[in-house]
Antibody, heavy 122, light 109 residues
Framework: EGQLVESGGDLVQPGGSLRLSCVAS????????MHWVRQAPGKGLEWVSY?????????YYADSVKGRFTISRDNAKNSVYVQMNSLRAEDTAVYYC??????????????WGKGTTVTVSS | EIVLTQSPGTLSLSPGERATLSCRAS???????FAWYQQKPGRAPRLLIY???NRATGIPDRFSGSGSGTDFTLTISRLESEDFAVYYC??????????FGQGTKLEIK
């Protein structure tokens, strides 16, 4: 069905930067859109960013991260990334990557990684 | 932006009982863009139901989804111990944001 493994989470100071990675396996990565979803401690799920499959020409961001985060993908490496700049305390969360599946016309996030933890603190 | 409101916030039930979880959207949404996820403590979310009523791969048939318009329901026919978790609804439409509800915690009574 597919696997996703995130990495890159760390403790970073406010205003700092971090790059998260997500490596996919056991499915044809290039065909699928990919998402980043985060969960602050004790809180619910928050969608962060989306990149379409193939060329990755369509990209979207949540308002809370627009202008600070940049999503990208490298189909040759079966990987999706998010570059996070100007980090704030409220960006502290577990960050999940998830596969977007649009077959049969329905949309869902059907494969999730285990997450990587980002802590923004001085 | 579509807002999803889940109720109740916490549901306390016993194994073997029937659970009914609700999700209300702030505006009409298409059935094909509505999903439910389960999350256990310290674990990633798992897709349960997509397109309102389709079970994801490997999901037991005690889980069912229904609804239309603005009101959607997840039903667990007979609760088993592994079903106690937090459940999220999601609208995943053709454009962002791809919002989640705030979650319903299903706990053992």
């Amino acid at each position: 069905e597919g696997q996703l493994v995130e990495s890159g989470g760390d403790l970073v100071q406010p205003g700092g930067s971090l790059r998260l990675s997500c490596v996919a396996s056991e499915f044809t990565f290039s065909k699928y859109s990919m998402h980043w979803v985060r969960q602050a401690p004790g809180k619910g799920l928050e969608w962060v960013s989306y990149i379409v499959g193939g060329s990755g020409s369509d990209i979207y961001y949540a308002d809370s991260v627009k202008g600070r985060f940049t999503i990208s993908r490298d189909n040759a490496k079966n990987s999706v990334y998010v570059q996070m700049n100007s980090l704030r305390a409220e960006d502290t969360a577990v960050y999940y990557c998830a596969r977007g599946n649009h077959d049969s016309g329905s949309h869902r996030m059907d494969v999730w990684g285990k997450g990587t933890t980002v802590t923004v603190s001085s | 932006e579509i807002v999803l409101t889940q109720s109740p916030g916490t549901l306390s039930l016993s194994p073997g009982e029937r659970a009914t979880l609700s999700c209300r959207a702030s505006q009409t949404i298409s059935n094909i863009y509505f999903a439910w996820y389960q999350q256990k403590p310290g674990r990633a979310p798992r897709l349960l139901i997509y397109a309102t009523s389709n079970r994801a791969t490997g999901i037991p048939d005690r889980f069912s989804g229904s609804g239309s318009g603005t009101d959607f329901t997840l039903t667990i026919s007979r609760l088993e111990s592994e079903d106690f978790a937090v459940y999220y609804c999601q609208h995943y439409g053709t454009s962002p944001p791809y919002t989640f509800g705030q979650g319903t915690k299903l706990e053992i009574k």
